[in-house]
């Protein structure tokens, strides 16, 4: 005989699966409460002032959307336990959507039908914004809304906040905050002020517990000592609702399609360019709240969502609960957590948030009757204040001083003036603060001189002896980060000081491996280095140059001459110290034979070098002046190569040549001796190098070193001495 015991009992592979349903379904209940008592006050943020006769229409599409969010959520979330249902800032700007609805159709024809007007805008405005998500997903493009300034996003989601608590104090008050101090009376005060307490309250203890069942606990107590409150002093429930204090009782909620042919037909389709603003932010907040929302869940119990899912999901389920004519929503962090913390991990969660939600269309108006209005006031004074907590105060510990201000600055827009101008000027502000933040980044990682970083290349000691000594004619500098405006005139800025303080530089490397980019606004930072280098001989060397950079910098017209491009960093400082070398030896071998020089005239290398210390050398092109006729004769000049020419003016303006002078020899030394004015201009006729001896060298030469003064006096006496004989002689060949 069977024991009926067994037959009772459920089979042992079914008790795990039915334990799991009870684990959702117990989950799913907690979930509910907050679903329930967070959707009546969302109702009534949207349907106040002109709107509060149509409340009962308002509770049936809060319900309708809770349970359509949540049960396509339920069966299509990559999170299986996630609850979706309106959030708080997507009730505050659909709330702000209809409220500009009303203005429009007040001021244009009062005669439209209200209800049916307001229901199709937040219709379309949820289908959009489906349509919105589900292409943000399937494009993969919904990760860009994480590029949006953070300051942008706070200043966001902060003015939706704000904008809850004004939200509220209208439902309290039944008059907007504008117009409040027009009607402040001592009953608007009381009922402020027990709105007040009932946030305080909230923020003491559900806030800080977050117990699933110790919300609704709260508010039936508030309920409970608002009636005890009334027995007390003999205020009957109806003289309650005459007063204020308790909302008036709707109808039975009715549900209503906002597409039907008479309400398409009278609908102020003239007014929906001026609403395109409130539907971008209506799609703009739910895209966002979805993102973050999906983030913080992920964060919160260590499970990871597939991104592009959840918006598509998202977004189907906002498409069907706009087709229903309800309002936009998302998924639900506390009600996600919440429903984990409780046991919930499958998708019967979500399913019996939903089947709660459409029996709540029963029940709710009943329950709205007794309600005061502080509680479900306070409800949402908490709610924008813990959000404004959250982007105000909170926030402030994550943001630098100018990014906080953008925040306040972006909230404050956004109240004056609206969410679209909010978002423009936010996005402007988050780019110029972005722009000055990088340009304070410095975008020269470190610096280096050919004496201290030197290239691969094994050279001989002699070589290395020249380039420790002459090293500093090269200077490097390697970039970093992004090159604009900003950091690329701070880099001009440091080149013209370099430039300045090591006049020897003759190459300077600007070294790009580490730099993201360069825009062309950069280039032209990039051209003025350009003018200072030519203006002070030096040669300009790229190294690591991208593709994209270079042809930027050619764009320019930056690259040209006086700019060298060497792939490699070690390449590039193998050609420096290459061209450092071949300078040294030349100068070395020019020294050299400047020095045979002198010692052949003076008959000592010691006064060769002497004199040598004493004399400053020039280069001068074909062409170029060096002293001018008149002008004090304030030095000599020793011509080691080239020739200059002694240049005559006549009496038609025009000059003559008179002699030429070649290498190895002087010229100006008869002024230099005499200090009288110069008789003649001196002009280079090729390419010339020469030593300068100037007055004071020359008399320190004469009271340091007088046998170098004597010696020096000689040789200018036998070099006069043998132009008057060439020139007696050319008088002698003339006379003939």
């Not at 809850?164 to 104090?169: N, R």
């Not at 108006?365 to 007794?370: I, N, V």
Request: charged share 15%.
């Amino acid at each position: 005989m069977t024991d009926p015991a067994m037959t009772l009992s459920p089979h042992p592979r079914f008790k795990p699966v039915l334990k799991r349903a009870l684990n959702d379904i117990l989950g799913g209940s907690a979930a509910s409460v907050l679903t329930i008592t967070f959707g009546l006050s969302y109702a009534l943020l949207i349907f106040t002032g002109p709107l509060s006769p149509y409340l009962s229409y308002g509770i049936a599409a809060t319900f309708i959307s809770s349970a359509a969010l949540a049960a396509v959520v339920a069966l299509g979330s990559s999170l299986p336990f996630a609850v979706a249902a309106p959030d708080s800032s997507t009730a505050a700007v659909t709330g702000i959507l209809a409220a500009s609805v009303l203005e429009r159709i007040e001021a244009a024809n009062p005669s439209t039908p209200l209800l049916s007007a307001i229901l199709i805008t937040i219709g379309l405005s949820t289908v959009l914004t489906g349509l919105v998500l589900c292409g943000l997903g399937l494009t993969r493009m919904g990760r860009a809304i994480r590029y949006v300034p953070y300051p942008v996003v706070g200043g966001f989601l902060g003015a939706t906040g704000l904008l809850i608590v004004m939200g509220a104090i209208r439902v309290i008050t039944d008059h907007p905050v504008a117009t409040l101090l027009h009607f402040v009376n001592g009953t608007t005060l009381l009922e402020l002020g027990a709105a007040c307490v009932m946030a305080l309250v909230l923020y003491l203890t559900w806030h800080r517990s977050r117990s699933p069942f110790g919300l609704p606990v709260i508010l039936v107590g508030g309920v409970l000592t608002a009636h005890l409150a009334f027995w007390v002093t003999g205020i009957s429930l109806g003289e309650a609702r005459a007063l204020g204090w308790t909302f008036q009782a709707p109808p039975q909620a009715a549900f209503m399609m906002p597409w039907h042919a008479e309400g398409l037909i009278h609908y102020p389709w003239f007014a929906v360019p001026d609403l395109l603003a409130n539907f971008v932010a209506v799609i703009f907040v739910t895209a966002s709240s979805t993102l973050f929302n999906t983030t913080g869940i992920e964060v919160a119990v260590h499970r990871e969502a597939n991104l592009e899912r959840e918006l598509n999901v998202t977004g189907a389920a906002n498409m069907l609960t706009g087709a229903l004519g309800g309002y936009a929503g998302c998924i639900s962090i506390s009600r996600s957590v919440l429903n984990f913390s409780s046991g919930g991990r499958g998708r019967l969660s979500g399913l019996t948030v939903a089947a709660l939600s459409l029996l709540m269309l029963a029940i709710a108006p009943q329950l709205l009757g007794f309600i005061p209005k502080f509680v479900l006031g306070g409800l949402l004074l908490y709610l924008g204040a813990d959000q404004l907590h959250k982007w105000i105060i909170e926030s402030r510990r994550r943001l630098s001083k100018l990014e906080y201000l953008s925040l306040l600055a972006i909230i404050a827009i956004i109240v004056t003036w609206g969410f679209v101008p909010g978002i423009l000027i936010g996005v402007i502000i988050g780019c110029a603060t972005f722009a000055f933040s990088a340009a304070r980044v410095e975008s020269i990682k470190y610096s280096f001189d050919g004496s201290e970083y030197r290239s691969s290349l094994d050279r001989s000691r002699d070589d290395q002896d020249v380039l420790l000594a002459h090293g500093g004619k090269i200077q490097g500098l390697n970039l970093q980060s992004y090159l604009f405006f900003g950091s690329a005139n701070r880099l001009y800025q440091h080149v013209k000081q370099l430039l300045q303080e090591r006049p020897e530089c003759r190459f300077l490397l600007f070294d790009f491996k580490l730099v993201t980019g360069v825009d062309s606004s950069a280039a032209y930072s990039f051209a003025q280095i350009k003018r200072s280098a030519a203006d002070l001989g030096v040669e300009l060397i790229l190294v690591h140059l991208s593709t994209s950079a270079e042809k930027v910098l050619r764009a320019s017209d930056f690259i040209g001459e006086g700019v060298t491009i060497i792939p490699e960093l070690d390449h590039a400082l193998e050609w420096c110290e290459n061209e450092i070398i071949s300078q040294h030896q030349d100068l070395a071998r020019e020294e050299a034979s400047l020095r045979d020089w002198f010692a052949r005239i003076l008959g000592s290398e010691d006064d060769a070098d002497e004199l040598i210390r004493r004399c400053q050398r020039i280069e001068v092109e074909a062409g170029e002046v060096i002293v001018n006729a008149g002008d004090p004769a304030d030095s000599m000049h020793f011509i080691l190569d080239g020739r200059v020419g002694i240049m005559i003016p006549a009496d038609d303006g025009r000059t003559t040549r008179v002699r030429s002078l070649g290498r190895y020899t002087t010229i100006g030394e008869m002024g230099l001796v005499s200090r009288t004015p110069r008789s003649a201009t001196i002009q280079a006729e090729v390419d010339s190098v020469l030593y300068v001896l100037n007055i004071h060298q020359f008399d320190a030469i004469k009271s340091e070193a007088p046998a170098l003064s004597n010696k020096l006096l000689t040789y200018f006496v036998s070099v006069m001495a043998e132009r008057l004989t060439f020139a007696n002689r050319m008088i002698a060949v003339l006379r003939r």
